[in-house]
Nanobody, 122 residues
């Protein structure tokens, strides 16, 4: 099973940008579709963005479409989430996840990272 570690979270002002990284080990990232999810306090984990194994198909939630970009570098075994025009409502713990197929359903993902906190101040 693949192990995932997120990094790049932090505190940023409204309108700012952050790039999250998700580094894989144990297996090649090219074997997996990747997803980014987030969970705010008191809320359920929600889909943010996903990318297929080859990087030529992506999905985004309506709330981040046009502001966030998911990408991957299979040679570096790393997936990314570029977040621009951040809003206070983007504040959450962000998780990356891996599965065989690109899906928006968190229950389908078998491998998860530990999460990284993103806080957007107004």
């Amino acid at each position: 099973q693949v192990q995932l570690v997120e990094s790049g979270g932090g505190l940023v002002q409204e309108g700012g940008s952050l790039q999250l990284s998700c580094e894989a080990s144990g297996r090649s990232l090219s074997d997996y579709a990747m997803g980014w999810f987030r969970q705010a306090p008191g809320k359920e984990r929600e889909f943010v963005a996903g990318i297929n194994r080859y990087g030529d198909s992506t999905k985004y939630s309506d709330s981040v479409k046009g502001r966030f970009t998911i990408s991957r570098d299979n040679a570096k075994n790393t997936a990314y989430l570029q977040m621009n025009s951040l809003k206070p409502e983007d504040t959450a713990v962000y998780f990356c996840a891996a599965d065989m197929l690109l899906t928006t359903n968190p229950k389908r993902f078998g491998s998860w990272g530990q999460g990284t906190q993103v806080t957007v101040s107004s």
